[in-house]
Every structure is written in structure tokens, then in C-alpha cells.
């Protein structure tokens, strides 16, 4: 059995690496304290993969490989998750949810053998944190004693990853490192483990999906990203959660999740129509338009984005105050309530920024007809296929 002291010793010698370029493989030992060797994390022949980002209401999938420099797209598909299995990013059900993504993958002929997961959560915690600069071998070790000043956790029960943003001087002429701290859950990185070792691949990454998104944001050549000084707002409008991510010179400098997402709209519409859901589903695509006064769902579901609106714009505000010349030019919606007819427009009227849906992704190589596939709804998972 190990001492106390020895314990004490194999914390210290975890060197803190990113975990979202992690090897998942990693996983599977003691996450906190096995030292990552990037270099040998690079895939060194072409891999193909099958990315899964699975949200309380929908699995995103996506078969693609990322192989010098290039990202190439087979398919991409959706299905319902099966109702409960995911919760916040945590998984209640494993044993539905792999019955049914096994039967998806044999019935669309998907037969990559490595495996991602990507996915968002309220528990999952982001920090800035300012440190002692420090040289790349004691970084694991002062970011742990700091971040303990600054959140009551136990550190054993999470995955640490830090990013280092800028080198600072204090007034007092003291050099110091601004870092990002991402604290994951050790028991939900394990759950992903398990769920892609039970789905007969081989756990490839782990992935966060803001992190996916900024290697999207950096791979493609998109008409948003023109200006690289621009600070861009892209939010992910899910069916639990939004997600407000704000990249500036196309790097993740802001992250916040509103707990509110497209169920509030269809918890008011199915207790105003009885409708289930696939028939509210066809309705907000259809009948739904936040411009038009002439019913009373159109009321409904814009006194809910409204709500939406206050709670960004709040965020925004907070960021904006947050450092001097701080800004937002620009908003970039995606994902399900996206869709929402006049929804860019009326954010754009609300908030005072320009507002609009994501363009084409014209640097991939899809081998799909990609023209009848709204590429929008599988961002997340598109970027999680990129492996740095």
C-alpha cells in the first residue's frame, strides 16, 4: 500500500498538458498524476475517427480523419438521445445509449475504429488565474496550489488542463502568467471511456466543446473570420443549454453556459398546443417567426428568447467590464433554436451587435453533399474531429 508521502510524490509529478489534445487513453490509468507525452499523442498515420457530441436531446455524429493539416468530412448524421441517459454532460443510462448509437453506426455503415467524445457541462469549470511565471515543469505544480486558493474543490476528482494566455507584470514589477484552468470531472471523463471501450472503438480524445470550436475557428477559412483582431461571441443554442463562447484573435478568451435553451420553448408550446414533439419540432421550423404578431406561439416563444437575450447581454456586459478594450463585434449563433425564423435579425435589433447564423465551411473536404446538410448544427463535433 502507499504512503501518504508517496501519494504526495506522483501528484507532483503530473505535468499539466491540454487536455483537450489529450491522449483518452490516459483515462484509463490514474488521469490526475500520468505524466502526457504530446508528442507521442500525434496520430502518426492516418486515422479514421467517429466523433460523438451527445446532448440531453440529440447525438451529433460525425466520421472524418484530420492527416497533415487536412480535415475530411464522410458523413454526418443526428439521432435523438434516448430520453434521460444524459444529463448536464453526465451520463444516467449507459446501457441505452450504447444500444442505440451501436444500431445507428451498424445501420449507416460507420466502421472507423477510433473513437472522440466531445460535450459541454455546468460542472465542468473554467478559471483565469493569475500565477508566478514559472518555467513548463513546475506549472502542474503551482497551478494546483493556486487554483485551491480559488475553488473549494477536491482536486483528486478532476482532470486539470491550462492554457497559458499571456505574461503579465504586476505593478509592484513582478512577472506573472495569466492562465486558463479547466477542471474536468474525472468520473464523467471515465463514463466517455467506458462508453466509447463499450461501442467496440478505441478511445482516441476527449474534447471540450468550445475547445473544438476554437480549432474550427483557426482551420477554416470562413467570410466571419476576415478580421483576426475581430472578438467574436459564437453561441451555441442547445436544447438545455446555450453556451456563450467569445474568441478573440480566433483564441477562446470567454466562456460562460446559460442554464435556459430551446426545451423552454417547447415545454410553453406543448402546454399551449398538446403537440409531441416532433410535430413542435416541424411547427418552430414552419410557423414560428419572432416578427410576426398574428398568434399567440409567436408571442410565447419570443417572450423566451427575450429572456435569452437579457442573459447574454448580461454576459456580454460582464465581459466587456471584465478588462479595458474589451469588445464584441460580432455574434455567431448555431445549433438547434439557431433556426428559429427572424431569430439573427431580432438578436441583431436586441442587443446591438451584428448578428448572424454561420456561413459555409468551405475549407473542409466533405464527401457528402454537404449543400443539403445544415453544417451549422455539427460544429462541436466537426472541430473535435481536429487533433493539434
Not at 443554442?237 to 442554464?259: C, H, P, Q, S, W
Request: charged content about 30%; glycine content about 4%; proline content about 2%.
Amino acid at each position: 500500500m502507499k504512503s501518504k508521502d508517496d501519494n504526495k510524490k506522483i501528484k507532483k509529478s503530473f505535468n499539466i498538458k491540454a487536455l483537450m489534445n489529450m491522449d483518452i487513453k490516459e483515462i484509463k490509468n490514474k488521469i490526475p498524476y500520468k505524466k502526457i507525452n504530446v508528442k507521442k499523442m500525434l496520430p502518426e498515420k492516418k486515422k479514421k475517427v467517429v466523433a460523438f457530441d451527445i446532448g440531453s436531446m440529440v447525438i451529433k455524429i460525425a466520421e472524418g480523419t484530420y492527416y497533415k493539416k487536412e480535415l475530411i468530412i464522410d458523413k454526418c448524421m443526428k439521432i435523438p438521445t434516448p430520453k434521460g441517459s444524459v444529463i448536464d454532460g453526465e451520463i444516467k443510462k449507459d446501457n441505452e445509449l450504447i444500444t442505440r448509437i451501436k444500431e445507428f453506426l451498424n445501420e449507416n455503415k460507420i466502421h472507423a475504429k477510433y473513437g472522440i467524445c466531445t460535450t459541454n457541462s455546468t460542472t465542468i469549470i473554467n478559471r483565469e488565474i493569475l500565477i508566478p511565471n514559472v518555467e513548463e515543469e513546475e506549472l502542474d505544480t503551482v497551478v494546483r496550489y493556486e487554483i485551491q486558493q480559488y475553488l473549494p474543490i477536491n482536486l483528486d476528482d478532476y482532470v486539470l488542463q491550462v492554457k497559458v494566455l499571456s505574461e503579465e507584470k504586476t505593478v509592484e514589477g513582478l512577472d506573472k502568467l495569466n492562465v486558463r484552468v479547466i477542471a474536468y470531472p474525472q468520473k464523467m471523463a471515465r463514463s466517455y471511456y467506458n462508453l466509447l471501450e463499450k461501442l467496440d472503438l478505441k478511445p482516441y480524445a476527449l474534447d471540450v466543446n468550445y475547445n473544438a470550436m476554437e480549432k474550427l475557428i483557426n482551420y477554416t477559412q470562413n467570410r466571419i473570420e476576415n478580421n483576426n483582431d475581430n472578438s467574436i461571441a459564437y453561441i451555441d443554442m442547445g436544447a438545455e443549454f446555450i453556451n456563450v463562447n467569445i474568441y478573440k484573435n480566433r483564441n477562446l478568451d470567454f466562456t460562460r453556459i446559460i442554464k435556459a435553451g430551446g426545451n423552454d420553448i417547447d415545454d410553453y408550446l406543448q402546454k399551449l398546443t398538446g403537440m409531441s414533439h416532433d410535430e413542435l419540432e416541424k411547427m418552430k421550423r414552419n410557423d414560428i417567426n419572432l416578427y410576426n404578431d398574428e398568434n399567440a406561439d409567436n408571442f410565447v416563444v419570443r417572450e423566451v428568447v427575450n429572456e435569452w437575450i437579457e442573459k447574454i447581454e448580461k454576459i456580454i456586459n460582464f465581459y466587456k467590464n471584465k478588462s479595458m478594450g474589451n469588445n464584441v463585434d460580432e455574434i455567431i449563433i448555431f445549433g438547434g433554436s439557431s433556426e428559429l425564423n427572424g431569430i439573427d435579425k431580432y438578436f441583431e435589433e436586441k442587443l446591438q451587435i451584428t448578428t448572424k447564423r454561420i456561413g459555409d465551411i468551405s475549407k473542409i473536404g466533405f464527401k457528402l453533399d454537404s449543400n443539403n446538410m445544415p453544417v451549422d448544427d455539427f460544429m462541436n463535433v466537426i472541430g473535435s474531429v481536429i487533433r493539434l
